[in-house]
Every structure is written in structure tokens, then in C-alpha cells.
T-cell receptor
Framework: QKEVEQDPGPLSVPEGAIVSLNCTYSNSAFQYFMWYRQYSRKGPELLMYTYSSGNKEDGRFTAQVDKSSKYISLFIRDSQPSDSATYLCAKQRSNYQLIWGAGTKLIIKP | EAEVAQSPRYKITEKSQAVAFWCDPISGHATLYWYRQILGQGPELLVQFQDESVVDDSQLPKDRFSAERLKGVDSTLKIQPAELGDSAMYLC???FGQGVGLAGYNEQFFGPGTRLTVL
């Protein structure tokens, strides 16, 4: 079993829809969880990170961690075609190394 | 805005040839990472440097891959000889990373990557 599991998609939704992206993890000894966005042929860029459990909001994006169920979620409100990208979840080890999910390809249809 | 630089952006080579990738991290970042990302997968850490020292190269195929960061600034990743299965995106990232065991969040900043195709 991988430490971080993520459905690779693709996930296709119409413009304006609420998007829900999810990951599960298997080891509870982590405090920081991240979401990176990766456009085609580009490097990943950090969208948001959360510490421990709970929610964090930044504009149209909300990151949520549920440590009891070992679930990481990213919600995108009012989705735009420019949100079309691959979204990678990751968790940070104590040595700063990141354990990555496979990434979910998101397609927002105009 | 400071960025991680990588070159070349694209590289096409034939199997058994040697290839080299270069990375210049954000100024002041002590930690440098090389990742390999196969299409449809998340990045896989190949090697991690703290200044000029290798912290972790446990996933680096040392029979054909080598990495160096001689002056603790820029870094080179080499493959000799390249194999068909090496076709992937090679990503470089950097972070402040003050050392192992410190609590706190440590953001990694990524370069644009080098897309390698081995024919």
C-alpha cells in the first residue's frame, strides 16, 4: 500500500462547478499536508498547505485534513478553465521530504 | 521573483548516450532536491542535498545516475548510459531546509523541469 493514495482521474466538470479532490494516507506521524498544482509541461507549484487537522481557505480554494479518517481534500469553488491542471497532494516527513500522491488530472469545460 | 532555473527544458537522446541536467536553486536555499516524474505519477525523490553534502540518495540508481553540488549552489544530474525507461520529467526543487529534525513547514520551490526522451 502506498503511503499517499490519489485517484489519477481525469476528472471533468463544467465551468462554475464545485470541485472536490481527495487523497488518503496511511501513516499518522505527519503534521503538514500540501496541495500542489502542475500545469502541463511545468513544475509543480504550491497551492496550499495545512497543519495537522482542520480547514484552511484561500480565495476559491479550501484544503481540509481529517486525521481520524486519514483523508486530505481540496475544494475549488466557481471552477474556471484556467484551473485545468494536475493536482498533487503530498505530506511532509520530519526530514522535510515529501511523500506524493499520483496526482489527479482536472479538466474544466467552458 | 526568485525562481529555480533548469536547463535544458527538453532533451532527446538515444539509449546508451550520456545526458546531463543543470539546476540553479533560489539564492539562499540550502537544500536542493532532484526528482523524477513519470507521466501520470507523482514526483519520486532521487537525491537530496544539504549545501554540498548528499543527505539522501537511497532512490538514485547509482550504477548509471550521479549528482553533484560542488559549491553548494547549483547542481548537475547525470545519466550514463541512458536507457529507454529513463524517459521522464526531471524536476529540481529547493528550500531553506535548515536540517533534519526541526519542526515546521518547509516549502519546496520547483523549477520548470527537463523533459527527457530516450529513443
Amino acid at each position: 500500500q502506498k503511503e499517499v493514495e490519489q485517484d489519477p482521474g481525469p476528472l471533468s466538470v463544467p465551468e462554475g462547478a464545485i470541485v472536490s479532490l481527495n487523497c488518503t494516507y496511511s501513516n499518522s506521524a505527519f503534521q503538514y499536508f500540501m496541495w500542489y498544482r502542475q500545469y502541463s509541461r511545468k513544475g509543480p507549484e504550491l497551492l496550499m498547505y495545512t497543519y495537522s487537522s482542520g480547514n484552511k481557505e484561500d480565495g476559491r480554494f479550501t484544503a481540509q485534513v481529517d486525521k481520524s479518517s486519514k483523508y486530505i481534500s481540496l475544494f475549488i469553488r466557481d471552477s474556471q478553465p484556467s484551473d485545468s491542471a494536475t493536482y498533487l497532494c503530498a505530506k511532509q516527513r520530519s526530514n522535510y521530504q515529501l511523500i506524493w500522491g499520483a496526482g489527479t488530472k482536472l479538466i474544466i469545460k467552458p | 521573483e526568485a525562481e529555480v532555473a533548469q536547463s535544458p527544458r527538453y532533451k532527446i537522446t538515444e539509449k546508451s548516450q550520456a545526458v546531463a541536467f543543470w539546476c540553479d536553486p533560489i539564492s539562499g536555499h540550502a537544500t536542493l532536491y532532484w526528482y523524477r516524474q513519470i507521466l501520470g505519477q507523482g514526483p519520486e525523490l532521487l537525491v537530496q542535498f544539504q549545501d554540498e553534502s548528499v543527505v539522501d540518495d537511497s532512490q538514485l540508481p547509482k550504477d548509471r545516475f550521479s549528482a553533484e553540488r560542488l559549491k553548494g549552489v547549483d547542481s548537475t544530474l547525470k545519466i550514463q548510459p541512458a536507457e529507454l525507461g529513463d524517459s521522464a520529467m526531471y524536476l529540481c526543487a529547493s528550500s531553506f531546509g535548515q536540517g533534519v529534525g526541526l519542526a515546521g513547514y518547509n516549502e519546496q520551490f520547483f523549477g520548470p523541469g527537463t523533459r527527457l526522451t530516450v529513443l
